[in-house]
């Protein structure tokens, strides 16, 4: 419809998004253009769809979005070629470098065709994330714990994290119960996811379940089969990882191939390349521990049976020398028994000889001696022979002395006889007897 004179003249719709397609279509700016995003909302049918997103880092909100879309003729190679560098398909939520053609449809807008990938940055990225995780990690001081706790020797009793009908666990199993060793392994699955978001929780709850019978088991060991390495994405995650650095029991990782790696790898106490390489390390530790035991029981063995042969010999040498032990002894004590005595005779002279001598030169000198005193005490008995001559009642009676006594006692006061008493008077010659009349 025409407008009048006082209207303002108007264009389609279509005739206005043709002038922006000629535009655009026009730009040298817009076409291969390498742009650095987040993919989101990405789709896969004949093409592939997704909106590219530049968040702000702060907030996370979204600066700006613009939808793209791979057609099929090329999609098929971009896959192959992301998939191989990253080792994971194109999926949301990645950073990723697209080499873009902006263009514009009147019927569909604003688009941006994709038509090369630089995985590289994809890989710097996914490498940044393990990174982060791994300095956190080891900013909270709890990345090497469980490499450092002491391996149980033999560890025996496993507990095992796997999917349930896995072919991984299957193969764990079946290394474990068919060595020729025939070693007896105490195990138990404790099941969970294994591949999609689910699986950090689904085994955290399974390290749960082990931690709560700790004392029951030896180690724990989560495994996974072969398959898409993008299905190990969920394995790089901090959550997962702090659980099995702070786990009190030691873990062995085996996921996915020898080529994978996950931040699982560089927390726990071992990582090996498979489930039968987990089997394999647990066998080849107790069978080494095994050969110890029997290495010691054989050296034990062989110590016994030399101590036996020679325990034999000595009863051997006994058995033919024990009828004549009694005679060769009491032959040997009597030698001894003569020594001895011999040996006292002759210490016995040797220490009687100088008291004999001592005893001889004291036996003269006693002698000498008593010969001293008894000439001493002849002299002096003399001497008191004299003395007592001279002083004896006799010689004082011979000198003209009596002794007047008065019933066998000696006068001495006249004062004390009284009169009447008998007086026996003693002369040098003969005795008088008198009676003491009183004075007139």
């Given at each position: 419809?025409?407008?009048?004179?006082?209207?303002?003249?108007?264009?389609?719709?279509?005739?206005?998004?043709?002038?922006?397609?000629?535009?655009?279509?026009?730009?040298?700016?817009?076409?291969?253009?390498?742009?650095?995003?987040?993919?989101?909302?990405?789709?896969?049918?004949?093409?592939?769809?997704?909106?590219?997103?530049?968040?702000?880092?702060?907030?996370?909100?979204?600066?700006?979005?613009?939808?793209?879309?791979?057609?099929?003729?090329?999609?098929?190679?971009?896959?192959?070629?992301?998939?191989?560098?990253?080792?994971?398909?194109?999926?949301?939520?990645?950073?990723?470098?697209?080499?873009?053609?902006?263009?514009?449809?009147?019927?569909?807008?604003?688009?941006?065709?994709?038509?090369?990938?630089?995985?590289?940055?994809?890989?710097?990225?996914?490498?940044?994330?393990?990174?982060?995780?791994?300095?956190?990690?080891?900013?909270?001081?709890?990345?090497?714990?469980?490499?450092?706790?002491?391996?149980?020797?033999?560890?025996?009793?496993?507990?095992?994290?796997?999917?349930?009908?896995?072919?991984?666990?299957?193969?764990?199993?079946?290394?474990?119960?068919?060595?020729?060793?025939?070693?007896?392994?105490?195990?138990?699955?404790?099941?969970?996811?294994?591949?999609?978001?689910?699986?950090?929780a689904a085994i955290i709850a399974?390290?749960?379940?082990?931690?709560?019978?700790?004392?029951?088991?030896?180690?724990?060991?989560?495994?996974?089969?072969?398959?898409?390495?993008?299905?190990?994405?969920?394995?790089?995650?901090?959550?997962?990882?702090?659980?099995?650095?702070?786990?009190?029991?030691?873990?062995?990782?085996?996921?996915?191939?020898?080529?994978?790696?996950?931040?699982?790898?560089?927390?726990?106490?071992?990582?090996?390349?498979?489930?039968?390489?987990?089997?394999?390390?647990?066998?080849?530790?107790?069978l080494d521990l095994l050969g110890?035991?029997?290495?010691?029981?054989?050296?034990?063995?062989?110590?016994?049976?030399?101590?036996?042969?020679?325990?034999?010999?000595?009863?051997?040498?006994?058995?033919?020398?024990?009828?004549?032990?009694?005679?060769?002894?009491?032959?040997?004590?009597?030698?001894?028994?003569?020594?001895?005595?011999?040996?006292?005779?002759?210490?016995?002279?040797?220490?009687?000889?100088?008291?004999?001598?001592?005893?001889?030169?004291?036996?003269?000198?006693?002698?000498?001696?008593?010969?001293?005193?008894?000439?001493?005490?002849?002299?002096?008995?003399?001497?008191?022979?004299?003395?007592?001559?001279?002083?004896?009642?006799?010689?004082?009676?011979?000198?003209?002395?009596?002794?007047?006594?008065?019933?066998?006692?000696?006068?001495?006061?006249?004062?004390?006889?009284?009169?009447?008493?008998?007086?026996?008077?003693?002369?040098?010659?003969?005795?008088?007897?008198?009676?003491?009349?009183?004075?007139?």
């Amino acid at each position: 419809m025409n407008g009048t004179a006082d209207s303002p003249k108007a264009i389609s719709l279509l005739r206005l998004t043709e002038r922006i397609s000629q535009l655009l279509n026009a730009s040298a700016g817009l076409t291969d253009v390498w742009v650095e995003a987040e993919t989101s909302d990405l789709r896969r049918s004949a093409h592939v769809y997704l909106e590219l997103v530049q968040k702000d880092p702060a907030t996370g909100q979204p600066l700006a979005r613009l939808r793209a879309t791979i057609w099929r003729n090329v999609a098929a190679r971009l896959d192959a070629e992301f998939h191989a560098a990253t080792g994971r398909p194109l999926e949301s939520g990645m950073k990723v470098r697209v080499r873009v053609t902006v263009s514009f449809h009147s019927a569909y807008g604003l688009s941006a065709n994709i038509t090369a990938i630089d995985p590289s940055y994809t890989v710097g990225d996914l490498m940044r994330l393990r990174l982060e995780i791994l300095t956190r990690l080891r900013a909270e001081g709890i990345l090497d714990l469980n490499r450092t706790l002491p391996w149980p020797v033999p560890a025996l009793r496993v507990a095992v994290i796997s999917a349930p009908g896995a072919a991984g666990y299957g193969d764990f199993i079946h290394q474990l119960f068919t060595t020729p060793a025939r070693l007896r392994f105490d195990v138990r699955l404790f099941p969970a996811l294994m591949q999609g978001d689910r699986t950090p929780a689904a085994i955290i709850a399974a390290l749960d379940a082990i931690a709560a019978e700790e004392e029951r088991w030896d180690c724990v060991v989560i495994i996974r089969g072969g398959g898409a390495t993008a299905d190990l994405a969920a394995f790089d995650n901090y959550d997962l990882a702090a659980n099995i650095a702070q786990f009190p029991l030691p873990v062995i990782v085996g996921i996915g191939h020898e080529r994978d790696t996950t931040v699982l790898d560089y927390v726990a106490a071992l990582r090996v390349k498979t489930p039968t390489a987990a089997a394999e390390y647990l066998i080849s530790q107790a069978l080494d521990l095994l050969g110890r035991l029997d290495d010691i029981a054989s050296r034990i063995a062989s110590r016994a049976s030399a101590l036996v042969a020679e325990a034999r010999e000595h009863l051997a040498y006994a058995s033919a020398a024990l009828p004549h032990l009694p005679e060769r002894a009491l032959a040997t004590a009597r030698q001894r028994l003569d020594t001895a005595m011999g040996a006292i005779t002759r210490t016995a002279a040797a220490r009687l000889q100088p008291e004999h001598t001592r005893l001889a030169r004291l036996a003269d000198s006693l002698a000498a001696s008593t010969s001293r005193h008894t000439e001493r005490a002849r002299v002096g008995l003399d001497e008191m022979e004299r003395l007592l001559a001279v002083l004896s009642p006799q010689a004082t009676l011979s000198r003209g002395y009596s002794i007047t006594r008065v019933d066998g006692h000696a006068v001495t006061d006249a004062s004390q006889v009284p009169p009447g008493s008998t007086l026996v008077t003693t002369l040098a010659t003969g005795t008088l007897r008198s009676t003491l009349t009183p004075e007139p």
